[in-house]
Structure formats: C-alpha cells, structure tokens
C-alpha cells in the first residue's frame, strides 16, 4: 500500500510564500491524478489544485495565478508552489493520489497565514 506525506506547511505571514511536498513511498506513476485539498476550520475539504498523470492540471478558482502544482516522477513527489498567500489560505492541506476511483490520503500539513 502506498503511503503518502506532506511536508513545508508553517506559518507565513500575507503576501508570502510556502512549497509543500507529498512524497510517495512508491511510485506516483501508479496514480491516475493526484491533487492538493485543504479544509479550513468549521469547513469542508475543498480542491486547491489537480494534475493527472498526462500532466493535465486544474485549480481552484480562489488560487488561480497565485499557485503551482507540478509532479516529479522520478521523487515520486508532487508539490504546491504557494505565493502571494492570503489569510484565507489558512487550513490543513491534504495530498491525495486516486487510482481508479480508490483515494488515497495523506495525514495533512497545517498552513497558517497571518494578516
């Protein structure tokens, strides 16, 4: 079974910048599209970010032109350049790689952005 990490979230004041990782304990080319979510207190977990393994990539509205999804194959690892963060940023952010409609999670990295 894989398993998946996050890593890089922290506390940034506005207008900064975070990259976080998910790094895959195996290969990342078994997953049909992987993707970045986050769910902000007394919300539900939304989309931030997506990109399939034919590097097709979408995003939130909210994020457009502000952040970056891209994978690396060979780490096995896909990342979310974040700039320009806003306070409503804030959450935890959650890798997630699908195969075939099976999800797979990771344990969440906290994201705090400070007005």
């Known amino acids: 079974q894989v398993q998946l990490v996050e890593s890089g979230g922290g506390l940034v004041q506005g207008g900064g910048s975070l990259r976080l990782s998910c790094a895959a304990s195996?290969?990342?080319?078994?997953?049909?599209?992987m993707g970045w979510y986050r769910q902000a207190p007394g919300k539900q977990r939304e989309l931030v970010a997506g990109?399939?393994?034919?590097?097709?990539?979408n995003y939130a509205d909210s994020v457009k032109g502000r952040f970056t999804i891209s994978r690396d194959n060979v780490k096995n690892t896909v990342y979310l350049q974040m700039n320009s963060l806003k306070p409503e940023d804030t959450g935890v952010y959650y890798c997630?790689?699908?195969?075939?409609?099976?999800?797979?999670w990771g344990q969440g990295t906290q994201v705090t952005v400070s007005s």
């Open positions: 997630k790689g699908t195969w075939y409609g099976v999800h797979t």
């Open positions: 195996k290969s990342i080319l078994r997953f049909n599209d």
């Open positions: 990109i399939t393994s034919g590097g097709w990539i």
